[in-house]
């Protein structure tokens, strides 16, 4: 019957997406400079068996071309597009397989092709997604958590609904804070760099906002420079020239501000747009510009380093935006609240790779030295620490 032969046509396709490695179906499949492909995790683990920090002579197991690389460089390697194209092909017939099936199921006709039992052989490659990091620890937290980033020691600066607290990266154990914590009211959104914290505060009884910076001396002390704002900020972010970029709401004026402000707390600059236009997450990439991602429109925008609007775009297979990040190579970590995923893109949202499978909801990421992901459990008021695989 055609339905047979079709079926062994796919199951031929698919039999092109075997990782030689793990003998699974390809998971972002990456290619070596022979041509041949291996799951992206897969070939992870193949460098990281060869010891060193230097370029390493790895053997393809296919055809034995050996290929010089780093520890870190496997998700470098070009995506291996003809695999994702077959699996698509695959995805698409299967489809209409199944679309005939139902038909003739329902027309009573006594010589069904049935392809139940082999539906598992041929899932779509592109949609079996594998974890590329391993859960260290999960603290909870009696409130939650609004906004997360990593001081230069590794540990994880946490500012929820009546506090902050400092964790420390090995164990998630609390850290004893070295500056006052008295100032602030409800922080609602932080950023770290260098010598420098930044905290944006709301006093919702007083219906006041701060901008609050910490700068260490030489004496190794914070010293402490509060400004109150005109409106109520929702997220920050630090830009690698030191400037901090604040977007919040004028509720009286009903606009939203982006506000570029210097080391001492003074405004550089201010671009007001209409109300729910910014969302609350918030990250600058190496060339100053600004991310913003609003989940109710499952959207980012991309704004100049002058606070005007570039472009907006939709991450691919993301459903609700929220956190934000940059990895060291200029890559967008993601949380997908919806999907339940952190996943790394480029700048213009395709992707590269999911990180993780998440058990709750995220919300707010932070990435350290490309290594440590730290992720915020909304639902379950939770901090979850994850080393990377490199």
């Known amino acids: 019957m055609a339905e047979?032969?079709?079926?062994?046509?796919?199951?031929?396709?698919?039999?092109?997406?075997?990782?030689a490695i793990c003998q699974e179906q390809l998971v972002s499949p990456r290619l070596l400079p022979c041509q041949h492909s291996f799951c992206l995790r897969c070939l992870r683990l193949l460098i990281n068996s060869y010891s060193g920090d230097t370029d390493n002579p790895i053997s393809c197991p296919s055809c034995r071309q050996v290929t010089f690389l780093m520890p870190s460089e496997a998700h470098l390697?070009?995506?291996?597009?003809?695999?994702?194209?077959?699996?698509?092909?695959?995805?698409?017939?299967?489809?209409?397989?199944?679309?005939?099936?139902?038909?003739?199921?329902?027309?009573?006709?006594?010589?069904?092709?049935?392809?139940?039992?082999?539906?598992?052989?041929?899932?779509d490659s592109s949609n079996s997604e594998q974890s590329v990091a391993e859960l260290q620890w999960c603290e909870p937290s009696d409130e939650h958590i609004w906004d997360i980033d990593f001081m230069a020691d590794g540990s994880v600066l946490c500012a929820s609904s009546s506090n902050l607290r400092q964790l420390s990266s090995l164990e998630g154990c609390d850290m004893h804070l070295s500056f006052d914590t008295n100032s602030f009211q409800s922080p609602c959104s932080l950023a770290v760099s260098d010598g420098t914290i930044v905290i944006v505060d709301w006093d919702k009884g007083n219906n006041e906002g701060f901008l609050i910076i910490l700068n260490r001396n030489n004496s190794d002390r914070w010293e402490m420079t509060k400004k109150r704002t005109q409106f109520q900020p929702n997220g920050?972010?630090?830009?690698?020239?030191?400037?901090?970029?604040?977007?919040?709401?004028d509720h009286i004026k009903d606009i939203d501000l982006l506000?570029?402000?210097?080391?001492?707390?003074?405004?550089?600059?201010?671009?007001?747009?209409?109300?729910d236009?910014?969302?609350?997450?918030?990250?600058?990439?190496?060339?100053?510009?600004?991310?913003?991602?609003?989940?109710?429109?499952?959207?980012?925008?991309?704004y100049s380093t002058t606070g005007e609007h570039i472009s907006k775009f939709q991450a691919e297979g993301v459903q609700e935006p929220r956190g934000l990040c940059f990895s060291s190579e200029h890559h967008l970590i993601i949380a997908d609240q919806s999907n339940r995923k952190v996943s790394m893109f480029d700048a213009t949202g395709a992707l590269i790779e999911h990180l993780v499978d998440f058990p709750g909801l995220p919300n707010s990421v932070s990435l350290y030295e490309d290594r440590l992901l730290a992720v915020t459990d909304w639902q379950q008021k939770k901090l979850y620490m994850y080393e990377l695989w490199k």
């Open 4 to 19: 047979n032969h079709t079926k062994d046509i796919l199951l031929d396709l698919r039999s092109l997406l075997t990782c």
């Open 77 to 123: 390697l070009p995506v291996d597009i003809k695999a994702n194209q077959i699996a698509e092909i695959i995805k698409t017939h299967q489809s209409h397989l199944e679309l005939e099936r139902t038909v003739a199921s329902d027309a009573n006709a006594s010589n069904v092709f049935d392809i139940t039992a082999s539906d598992s052989d041929l899932e």
């Open 236 to 249: 920050v972010a630090i830009t690698p020239t030191s400037d901090i970029i604040i977007c919040g709401n």
């Open 259 to 275: 506000l570029c402000y210097d080391d001492a707390g003074d405004v550089n600059w201010c671009q007001t747009y209409p109300s």
């Open 277 to 302: 236009t910014l969302g609350p997450y918030i990250a600058t990439d190496s060339a100053n510009k600004i991310f913003i991602s609003t989940p109710t429109k499952n959207s980012i925008d991309l």
